[in-house]
């Protein structure tokens, strides 16, 4: 018996006729194993992971493996993207064990769930043999088995463990981060590190803000020559726009196909603040892309954002993405199909598999001549419309709270960039325009999906599907990720009750995730009892629970002038302070936020008539440090806690400049107030 088939986890439905006789996560499976003493095989994965399909197809859709499974063990089947909690406590001990991580993750337990052997993919006839092995360990072995346990989850219980030592993150520190950066920094091809490799969003998010504050041009260099690299290379979909999850080699050719609406946020609020700070036409036109993107292909109306594209089609990776120079040519004719493999690189050797490349753009276009522009644009269009008639690959349309937070966010601060810097004579004006209407309309609508359906009792529930919620609770990364877009939403829209929700949410996490030293575990006091607490300070593919509730306890803190959000803010950064200046690259996102409370951040409020076209909102928003808040509306505008108490002078639009809660006389030029804000 397969009990799969009506999981919310898109994961969990692809495994739902196979013969395994799977259970999802509950307390029943565990009793179940018990009851008849066999230990748990817990399978953790994720929808678009192309090794766990792999492994899938090999191994768990075989008659024989299922019948070995089903006899000696009850097997569990984990959506890491759904318990996330699940997943951190058995990434630990598989990394304690072994050395690394990964997906699909192979977890042997106990059946009070304690681990006692972890591994990632194992081709069949391996994982065959690992069966055989564990089950006569469990016979014949069980009291070494039951110490290897004991050892993992002492193991786990020192890696999760808070109390640890804490200290103010000061400039010092956050000008050793940016150091360490610049030092790891691969200045050939852009990013950090070798193969594979990560688009490091968070880390160059950290770095715009440092530039920022300190004027650093190493630090803005850094951000422009990653970037640009990232949107030429085959990371970066040439053709709809959207990045894929990470880069096999060291220079960005050859993805990993995937595309993930968290990277995708991240990268987006990347291009747009580079776009904003420079006026860089690359920039401009991914940011542009990325968002049409989100908006266009993980957007589900009256729904959230989708989680993920797959990274295969049909079971074969990047079958929807890759082209030989002959294939350039029967789509587009001789000589622009000539052209467009000599542009995008596709060569009769390939870059990818079997004779194929992965598109990646060898010239620039942004600032070539308007005629070279408009055949690329061209070609770009053929293209796409043909790439279309080929198989698609799956989407995981599964909301995860979190993630959809991180999209709001993005989509607001975009929406924002484009309406300040797009000139109706721009040759894109109109592309540009429609991409934001889309855009805008696209994250209110997630928004109002979170709160409608994500919020179930004051609390916060992780997923949804087809617009029902599923049962999982959200964890601090979800309060901190959906905190911070009401926030930004709040200042978008100047409806008091985004701001309500946010400090809810807030609410919440200081009164359940809290730790005694300033910190937070990941899971709240009262959820499911784990064989630990997990309790991550480091950033990885998306921002820690930590990191994310500081950013919105900043922002909370900012808009309302309550002091007691940033103190929590400061005290859980203090306890993630003594590994930025050491570990830098796993702390972007904390990195980021120290950045926006050493700057104070501002508070900007412009009293006017006009939000959306008054030259003081433009200037604001601008010219605005980073980290800061900035609102728009009527004086004593319900709900606005900004523009309370704070009128025009002399019958003009106003604006009042506060930082760390000290406030500047009001200004109501725009001269006078960027001179505020330099």
């Known amino acids: 018996m397969n009990r799969l088939a009506k999981a919310t986890s898109p994961y969990l439905l692809q495994h739902a006729d196979n013969p395994v006789d799977w259970w999802p996560w509950c307390d029943e499976a565990f009793a179940e194993a018990k009851r008849r003493d066999v230990p748990v095989l817990v399978s953790v994965g994720y929808s678009a992971c192309h090794w766990c399909h792999v492994m899938a197809h090999e191994s768990f859709e075989d008659e ?43 977890v042997f337990a106990t059946p009070d769930g304690t681990p006692f052997f972890c591994g990632t993919y194992f081709p069949k006839p391996n994982f065959v043999r690992l069966l055989e092995s564990v089950g006569t360990a469990w016979r014949e072995q069980r009291e070494a088995v039951l110490r290897q346990g004991a050892a993992v989850v002492e193991a786990i219980g020192g890696a999760q463990a808070v109390g640890g030592p804490t200290a103010p993150l000061t400039a010092e520190l956050l ?12 200045e050939t091809n852009g990013g950090f590190g070798g193969a594979p490799k990560f688009p490091p969003h968070m880390n160059l998010l950290f770095l715009l803000r440092h530039h920022r504050r300190t004027g650093s041009a190493h630090s803005l260099e850094i951000v422009r020559h990653t970037a640009e690299a990232m949107a030429r290379g085959g990371l970066h979909d040439q053709l709809a726009g959207g990045f894929a999850r990470y880069s096999v080699d060291a220079h960005w050719t050859v993805p990993h196909f995937e595309k993930m609406l968290y990277d995708n946020a991240l990268l987006l609020r990347v291009y747009t603040q580079l776009w904003r700070l420079t006026g860089d036409p ?41 082209w030989t120079p002959a294939q350039l040519v029967e789509v587009l004719g001789e000589d622009d199909g000539r052209w467009a493999a000599d542009l995008f690189d596709v060569t009769e050797a390939g870059t990818f598999e079997h004779g194929t490349s992965v598109l990646r753009l060898a010239r620039d276009v ?19 419309a043909a790439r279309d008639t080929r198989p698609q690959p799956a989407r995981d349309d599964k909301v995860v709270a979190a993630w959809n937070g991180l999209a ?60 029902t919620v599923g049962e999982p609770a959200g964890v601090l990364e979800d309060h901190g990720c959906v905190a911070e877009a009401f926030c930004a939403l709040h200042q978008l829209t100047g409806e008091g009750r985004w701001l309500e929700l946010a400090g809810g949410l807030l609410d919440v996490a200081l009164a359940r995730f809290a730790a005694p030293d300033g910190g937070f575990y990941d899971t709240a006091d009262d959820a499911e009892r784990l064989v630990a607490r997990p309790a991550d300070p480091t950033d990885n593919a998306t921002p820690s629970g930590r990191s994310a509730i500081v950013a919105a306890l900043t922002a909370y803190a900012a808009l309302t002038g309550e002091t007691r959000y940033r103190e929590a803010a400061e005290a859980a950064l203090s306890t993630v302070a003594p590994i930025v200046g050491r570990h830098a690259r796993f702390t972007g996102y904390a990195a980021s936020a120290g950045e926006a409370l050493l700057s104070g951040p501002y508070e900007i409020a412009v009293v ?22 900035v609102v728009a509306g009527r004086p004593d505008q319900p ?27 009001p200004v109501t030029s725009v001269d006078d107030l960027v001179a505020q804000l330099g």
Not at 64 to 79: E, P, R, S
Not at 96 to 104: H, I, K, L, R, V
Not at 176 to 184: G, K, M, S, V, Y
Not at 294 to 315: M, N, Q
């Open 64 to 106: 024989t493996v299922g019948a070995l499974v089903n006899a000696g063990f009850v097997a569990i089947k984990v959506d890491r993207e759904e318990r996330p909690d699940v997943d951190a406590v058995y990434m630990t001990a598989t990394q304690a064990m072994t050395g690394q991580g990964g997906w699909p993750m192979t």
């Open 366 to 384: 942004d600032d070539a001549d308007p005629a070279v522009r408009d055949r690329w644009r061209g070609v770009v269009g053929r293209l796409l």
């Open 639 to 665: 709900g606005v806690p900004l523009l309370a108490g704070r009128p025009r002078v002399d019958g003009l639009p106003t604006a009042y400049v506060c930082r760390g809660f000290v406030c500047q006389r």
């Open 282 to 322: 690359l920039a401009r036109r991914v940011a542009r892309d990325t968002a049409r993107f989100l908006a266009d292909e993980l957007h589900r109306p009256g729904d959230g954002f989708a989680s993920a594209l797959d990274a295969d089609t049909e079971g074969v990776e990047g079958l929807t993405y890759a």
């Open 408 to 467: 709001i966010t993005a989509l607001v601060e975009f929406v924002q960039v484009a309406a300040l810097l797009v000139a109706p004579d721009d040759e894109d004006a109109n592309l540009m325009d429609g991409v934001a209407i889309v855009a805008d309309g696209a994250l209110r609508d997630a928004a109002e999906h979170l709160a409608a359906v994500h919020l179930v009792d004051g609390r916060l529930r992780r997923a949804s599907r087809d617009r």
């Open 175 to 186: 000008d050793a981060a940016a150091d360490q950066l610049a030092r790891e920094y691969d």
């Open 608 to 629: 006017t008539d006009d939000p959306a076209g008054d030259p003081l909102v433009a200037a604001a928003h601008r010219h605005a440090p980073p980290g800061a808040v």
